[in-house]
Protein backbone atom coordinates (compact mmCIF):
# COMPACT_ATOMS: atom_id res chain seq x y z
CA UNK A 1 0.00 0.00 0.00
CA UNK A 2 1.31 3.62 -1.08
CA UNK A 3 2.76 5.47 2.06
CA UNK A 4 0.94 8.50 1.04
CA UNK A 5 -2.69 6.88 0.15
CA UNK A 6 -4.70 7.01 2.98
CA UNK A 7 -7.79 4.25 2.73
CA UNK A 8 -11.61 5.03 2.92
CA UNK A 9 -12.96 3.94 6.19
CA UNK A 10 -14.27 0.13 6.04
CA UNK A 11 -17.80 -0.67 6.05
CA UNK A 12 -19.65 -0.39 9.62
CA UNK A 13 -19.89 -4.23 9.31
CA UNK A 14 -16.57 -4.65 8.91
CA UNK A 15 -16.37 -3.62 12.88
CA UNK A 16 -19.35 -6.50 14.38
CA UNK A 17 -18.36 -8.98 16.93
CA UNK A 18 -20.91 -11.95 17.63
CA UNK A 19 -20.96 -10.98 21.11
CA UNK A 20 -22.06 -7.62 20.96
CA UNK A 21 -22.68 -7.45 24.68
CA UNK A 22 -20.58 -4.82 26.18
CA UNK A 23 -17.10 -5.90 26.62
CA UNK A 24 -16.66 -5.22 30.79
CA UNK A 25 -19.21 -8.45 31.02
CA UNK A 26 -16.00 -10.73 28.75
CA UNK A 27 -13.56 -9.06 30.93
CA UNK A 28 -14.50 -9.29 34.24
CA UNK A 29 -13.38 -12.36 35.33
CA UNK A 30 -9.49 -11.86 35.05
CA UNK A 31 -7.73 -14.60 32.73
CA UNK A 32 -4.19 -15.39 34.05
CA UNK A 33 -3.84 -17.17 31.09
CA UNK A 34 -0.78 -17.17 28.02
CA UNK A 35 -2.46 -15.88 25.05
CA UNK A 36 0.49 -16.88 22.68
CA UNK A 37 3.15 -19.60 23.28
CA UNK A 38 6.40 -18.90 25.26
CA UNK A 39 8.68 -18.89 21.64
CA UNK A 40 6.27 -16.10 20.59
CA UNK A 41 5.91 -13.93 23.66
CA UNK A 42 10.09 -14.26 23.76
CA UNK A 43 9.39 -12.89 19.89
CA UNK A 44 7.41 -9.87 21.26
CA UNK A 45 10.04 -9.06 24.07
CA UNK A 46 12.66 -8.96 21.50
CA UNK A 47 10.93 -6.45 19.22
CA UNK A 48 10.38 -4.25 22.67
CA UNK A 49 14.01 -4.54 22.83
CA UNK A 50 14.84 -3.66 19.27
CA UNK A 51 12.12 -0.56 18.87
CA UNK A 52 11.14 0.82 22.57
CA UNK A 53 13.39 3.31 24.24
CA UNK A 54 15.03 1.49 27.30
CA UNK A 55 14.34 4.38 29.24
CA UNK A 56 11.16 5.85 27.75
CA UNK A 57 7.44 6.57 29.27
CA UNK A 58 5.97 3.37 27.66
CA UNK A 59 2.03 2.78 27.01
CA UNK A 60 0.84 -1.17 27.40
CA UNK A 61 -2.77 -0.35 25.46
CA UNK A 62 -4.94 -3.53 26.27
CA UNK A 63 -2.78 -4.68 28.82
CA UNK A 64 -3.29 -7.74 31.24
CA UNK A 65 -1.35 -9.11 34.14
CA UNK A 66 2.15 -9.57 31.68
CA UNK A 67 3.34 -6.92 29.45
CA UNK A 68 6.36 -8.60 28.12
CA UNK A 69 8.98 -5.42 28.38
CA UNK A 70 12.26 -6.57 28.46
CA UNK A 71 13.48 -6.76 32.34
CA UNK A 72 16.90 -5.93 31.77
CA UNK A 73 15.54 -2.14 31.05
CA UNK A 74 14.62 0.36 33.18
CA UNK A 75 12.16 2.36 31.98
CA UNK A 76 10.93 5.82 33.49
CA UNK A 77 7.52 4.46 33.62
CA UNK A 78 4.99 1.79 32.27
CA UNK A 79 1.05 2.38 32.38
CA UNK A 80 -1.13 -0.20 31.25
CA UNK A 81 -4.70 0.76 29.76
CA UNK A 82 -7.26 -2.63 29.89
CA UNK A 83 -10.32 -3.95 31.33
CA UNK A 84 -9.37 -6.10 34.54
CA UNK A 85 -8.23 -4.72 37.71
CA UNK A 86 -7.44 -7.85 39.36
CA UNK A 87 -5.24 -8.66 35.86
CA UNK A 88 -3.63 -5.45 35.87
CA UNK A 89 -3.09 -5.00 39.56
CA UNK A 90 -1.27 -8.39 39.24
CA UNK A 91 0.83 -6.56 36.72
CA UNK A 92 4.29 -6.03 37.57
CA UNK A 93 6.04 -4.12 34.91
CA UNK A 94 3.13 -1.67 35.21
CA UNK A 95 3.72 1.74 37.82
CA UNK A 96 0.38 2.51 36.99
CA UNK A 97 -2.97 1.46 35.05
CA UNK A 98 -6.46 2.76 33.89
CA UNK A 99 -9.27 0.74 33.12
CA UNK A 100 -11.08 1.59 30.26
CA UNK A 101 -13.60 0.50 27.40
CA UNK A 102 -12.31 1.39 24.40
CA UNK A 103 -14.71 0.18 22.26
CA UNK A 104 -16.80 2.65 24.29
CA UNK A 105 -14.85 5.27 24.43
CA UNK A 106 -11.77 5.42 22.14
CA UNK A 107 -10.15 8.92 23.44
CA UNK A 108 -7.03 8.00 25.77
CA UNK A 109 -6.88 9.75 29.52
CA UNK A 110 -3.79 11.05 28.89
CA UNK A 111 -2.08 14.24 28.29
CA UNK A 112 -0.69 15.10 24.61
CA UNK A 113 2.96 13.49 24.21
CA UNK A 114 3.18 11.68 27.17
CA UNK A 115 4.77 8.78 25.81
CA UNK A 116 7.54 7.56 23.99
CA UNK A 117 6.64 4.52 23.16
CA UNK A 118 3.57 2.33 23.16
CA UNK A 119 2.54 -1.21 21.84
CA UNK A 120 -0.53 -3.13 21.23
CA UNK A 121 0.07 -7.02 22.00
CA UNK A 122 -2.23 -9.57 20.57
CA UNK A 123 -5.36 -7.56 20.82
CA UNK A 124 -6.51 -5.25 18.20
CA UNK A 125 -8.41 -7.58 16.59
CA UNK A 126 -11.24 -6.57 19.49
CA UNK A 127 -11.19 -3.18 18.84
CA UNK A 128 -14.45 -2.12 16.88
CA UNK A 129 -12.76 1.89 16.57
CA UNK A 130 -9.17 0.54 15.71
CA UNK A 131 -9.05 3.69 13.47
CA UNK A 132 -10.41 6.33 16.08
CA UNK A 133 -7.62 4.81 18.86
CA UNK A 134 -5.03 5.10 16.54
CA UNK A 135 -5.49 8.56 15.58
CA UNK A 136 -5.53 9.41 19.28
CA UNK A 137 -2.36 7.47 20.35
CA UNK A 138 -0.77 9.90 17.96
CA UNK A 139 -2.06 12.54 20.37
CA UNK A 140 -0.97 11.10 23.56
CA UNK A 141 2.62 10.15 21.93
CA UNK A 142 5.55 12.44 21.27
CA UNK A 143 7.28 13.12 17.43
CA UNK A 144 9.23 9.61 16.35
CA UNK A 145 7.79 7.18 19.19
CA UNK A 146 7.30 4.02 17.89
CA UNK A 147 4.07 1.81 18.29
CA UNK A 148 4.67 -1.48 17.95
CA UNK A 149 1.48 -3.55 17.49
CA UNK A 150 1.58 -7.44 17.82
CA UNK A 151 -0.48 -10.42 16.75
CA UNK A 152 -0.91 -14.24 16.10
CA UNK A 153 -3.06 -16.26 14.57
CA UNK A 154 -5.27 -16.87 17.81
CA UNK A 155 -8.27 -15.14 18.86
CA UNK A 156 -11.57 -14.84 20.96
CA UNK A 157 -13.52 -15.35 17.83
CA UNK A 158 -16.52 -14.21 20.04
CA UNK A 159 -14.75 -11.05 20.48
CA UNK A 160 -13.00 -10.81 17.61
CA UNK A 161 -14.33 -8.07 14.43
CA UNK A 162 -15.53 -9.47 11.40
CA UNK A 163 -13.25 -8.08 8.94
CA UNK A 164 -10.40 -9.96 11.24
CA UNK A 165 -12.08 -13.12 10.95
CA UNK A 166 -12.30 -13.24 6.95
CA UNK A 167 -8.89 -12.78 6.79
CA UNK A 168 -5.48 -14.99 6.92
CA UNK A 169 -2.25 -14.13 8.50
CA UNK A 170 -1.22 -12.01 5.54
CA UNK A 171 -4.73 -10.42 5.74
CA UNK A 172 -4.68 -9.49 9.13
CA UNK A 173 -0.99 -7.47 8.70
CA UNK A 174 -2.71 -5.87 5.75
CA UNK A 175 -5.20 -4.83 7.68
CA UNK A 176 -3.87 -3.52 10.79
CA UNK A 177 -1.35 -1.53 7.91
CA UNK A 178 -4.46 -0.12 6.30
CA UNK A 179 -6.12 0.91 9.99
CA UNK A 180 -2.72 2.83 10.56
CA UNK A 181 -2.54 4.51 7.69
CA UNK A 182 -5.95 5.84 7.71
CA UNK A 183 -5.21 6.59 11.08
CA UNK A 184 -2.77 9.60 9.57
CA UNK A 185 -0.48 10.07 12.38
CA UNK A 186 1.73 7.52 11.37
CA UNK A 187 5.37 6.97 9.47
CA UNK A 188 7.98 4.66 8.65
CA UNK A 189 5.14 1.67 8.61
CA UNK A 190 7.17 -1.88 8.79
CA UNK A 191 5.43 -5.00 8.67
CA UNK A 192 6.95 -7.98 9.94
CA UNK A 193 6.91 -11.58 10.27
CA UNK A 194 8.74 -12.51 13.18
CA UNK A 195 7.34 -16.08 13.85
CA UNK A 196 10.13 -18.09 15.56
CA UNK A 197 9.83 -21.47 14.85
CA UNK A 198 7.38 -21.80 11.81
CA UNK A 199 4.97 -24.40 11.70
CA UNK A 200 5.93 -25.53 15.24
CA UNK A 201 5.73 -22.34 17.49
CA UNK A 202 2.32 -19.48 17.28
CA UNK A 203 3.35 -17.25 14.29
CA UNK A 204 3.95 -13.52 15.27
CA UNK A 205 3.60 -10.75 13.50
CA UNK A 206 4.28 -7.28 14.14
CA UNK A 207 3.23 -4.06 12.41
CA UNK A 208 5.66 -1.01 13.41
CA UNK A 209 5.39 2.79 12.99
CA UNK A 210 6.18 5.82 14.62
CA UNK A 211 4.50 8.59 15.26
CA UNK A 212 4.74 11.83 13.25
C1 LIG B 1 -5.88 -11.47 24.42
S1 LIG B 1 -5.74 -10.35 25.75
C2 LIG B 1 -4.08 -9.74 25.55
C3 LIG B 1 -3.56 -9.13 26.78
C4 LIG B 1 -2.09 -8.67 26.76
N1 LIG B 1 -1.90 -7.59 25.83
C5 LIG B 1 -1.15 -9.82 26.48
O1 LIG B 1 -0.30 -9.70 25.61
O2 LIG B 1 -1.25 -10.85 27.15
C6 LIG B 1 -6.76 -9.01 25.22
C7 LIG B 1 -6.67 -7.80 26.11
O3 LIG B 1 -7.37 -6.73 25.50
C8 LIG B 1 -8.03 -5.98 26.48
N2 LIG B 1 -9.24 -5.44 25.87
C9 LIG B 1 -10.18 -6.15 25.21
N3 LIG B 1 -11.19 -5.36 24.82
C10 LIG B 1 -10.87 -4.11 25.24
C11 LIG B 1 -11.52 -2.87 25.17
N4 LIG B 1 -12.71 -2.76 24.60
N5 LIG B 1 -10.90 -1.78 25.70
C12 LIG B 1 -9.69 -1.90 26.31
N6 LIG B 1 -9.03 -3.06 26.41
C13 LIG B 1 -9.61 -4.15 25.90
C14 LIG B 1 -8.36 -6.94 27.61
O4 LIG B 1 -8.30 -6.30 28.85
C15 LIG B 1 -7.29 -8.01 27.49
O5 LIG B 1 -6.30 -7.80 28.46
Known amino acids: ?24 VFY ?16 VTQLYRE ?13 SWISHLPVENEYTRVVGLGMNKEELERN ?14 PVLPFEDNTFSGA ?12 VDVLQDLGR ?4 GAPLVITFSNRCFPT ?11 RGHIDLVERFILEAGHWTEIQKLDR ?4 GVSDPLYAVVSRCI
Open 51 to 63: YLPANGIILDVMS
Open 140 to 143: VMTS
Open 1 to 24: MNINTRPPPLPPEAFRRYDEAPDE
Open 195 to 198: SPVP
Open 92 to 105: TQLDDYVIQDLNDN
Open 119 to 130: AICVSIDYLTRP
Open 159 to 169: KAIAVWQRLDD
Open 28 to 43: QHPRFVTHIDLPAIET
